[in-house]
Nanobody, 127 residues
């Protein structure tokens, strides 16, 4: 099991930027992927971006590609989501999630593949 704690959410104007962080703590060595999901009111939870833990290969959803960047630190204790050019459609609760599976590009958005979740952090983008 992996413990995840998100931080960095808040209120930002459209066109602005925000950086989310997820502190990662694990007693095992089988962590394979970290991802950011988001869920807006009345909407299904959706994948935002993901990163493999060993190599650092990244995936980003089409809706955020070119605006959001996922990364991890060298010590592999933190994953970040840099969000630029934010719009009101980005308003949601953002969750950090961890998986012990090797996940293909077409499957990053399947919540059942992630065994650990953070509590979520609210991101609100005003117009």
């Amino acid at each position: 099991q992996v413990q995840l704690v998100e931080s960095g959410g808040g209120l930002v104007q459209a066109g602005g930027s925000l950086r989310l962080s997820c502190a990662v703590s694990t007693r095992t060595s089988n962590l394979r992927a970290l991802a950011w999901f988001r869920q807006a009111p009345g909407k299904e939870r959706e994948i935002v971006a993901a990163i493999t833990w060993s190599v650092g290969a990244t995936f980003a959803a089409d809706s955020v590609k070119g605006r959001f960047t996922i990364s991890r630190d060298n010590a592999k204790t933190m994953v970040a989501l840099q969000m630029n050019k934010l719009t009101p459609k980005d308003t949601a609760v953002y969750y950090c999630a961890a998986s012990t599976y090797y996940i293909g590009n077409g499957n990053y958005g399947l919540p059942r593949l992630y065994g650990s979740w953070g509590q979520g952090t609210q991101v609100t983008v005003s117009s």
